[in-house]
């Protein structure tokens, strides 16, 4: 299965700024998922990033809010902007490795002050 | 809409004891994909099963057993014989068959003591 780096691994962040969270793929994929996971509780999907096109962002999510990059096949970036303490989550990317099984990141540890 | 319930918030367990966490999942879709994932304190999602609808098979992996029943809609996950190191939060999840999201239920936090 793919392998998936996520940096940082977590941050503490000041309320009001933004902060950009980096993932990488060890083979190319053509879609990258987002994942949130507010403190206890379940994962929900931020957005899906295809390379060449824009991002498909779930209900709820927003792209000036969340803007995606997906420069290649391999890497792709989530920011949380304008951060405030709810958006203080684990941030999970994940790729489609094996057939419909989804392999996860690490994940990115956020805390907004 | 697809929903994924994982009615046990928590349960805890003395080491050796065998423990089951329930899944109910709905859907009115009739391919789709069932899953387990393990999320021990570290964080990262360890993929532990997918299961198929057509395939009602139940299935083993060393301690653990997975018991798959569509007329009930539930996809239930067994540890047998448990170990301190099974300590983690496990999240069923439901997948349609074409469809991008992963639908995770709200995780059953397993505490094995020792």
């Known amino acids: 299965s793919a392998v998936i780096s996520q940096k940082p691994s977590r941050d503490i962040c000041q309320r009001g700024t933004s902060l950009t969270i980096q993932c990488q793929v060890d083979s190319q994929v053509t879609m990258m998922f987002w994942y949130r996971q507010q403190p206890g509780q379940s994962l929900t999907l931020i957005a899906t990033a295809n390379q060449g096109s824009e991002a498909t962002y779930e209900s709820g999510f927003v792209i000036d809010k969340f803007p995606i990059s997906r420069p290649n096949l391999t890497f792709s970036t989530l920011t949380v902007s304008n951060m405030s303490p709810e958006d203080s989550s684990i941030y999970l990317c994940?790729?489609?490795?094996?057939?419909?099984?989804?392999?996860f990141g690490a994940g990115s540890r956020l805390t907004v002050l | 809409a697809q929903k994924v319930t994982q009615a046990q918030t928590e349960i805890s367990v003395v080491e050796k004891e065998d423990v089951t966490l329930d899944c109910v999942y709905e859907?009115?879709?009739?391919?789709?994909?069932l899953f387990w994932y393990k999320q021990p304190p570290s964080g990262e999602l360890v993929f532990l099963i997918r299961r198929n609808s057509f395939d009602e098979q139940n299935e083993i992996s060393g301690r653990y057993s997975w018991n798959f029943q569509k007329s009930t809609s539930s996809f239930n996950f067994t540890i047998t014989a448990s170990q301190v190191v099974d300590s983690a939060v496990y999240f069923c999840?439901?997948?349609?068959?074409?469809?991008?999201?992963?639908?995770f239920g709200q995780g059953t936090r397993l505490t094995i003591n020792p």
């Open positions: 994940s790729v489609e490795s094996g057939a419909n099984v989804l392999t």
């Open positions: 999840a439901l997948r349609l068959q074409g469809a991008q999201k992963l639908v």
């Open positions: 859907t009115r879709d009739t391919t789709y994909y």
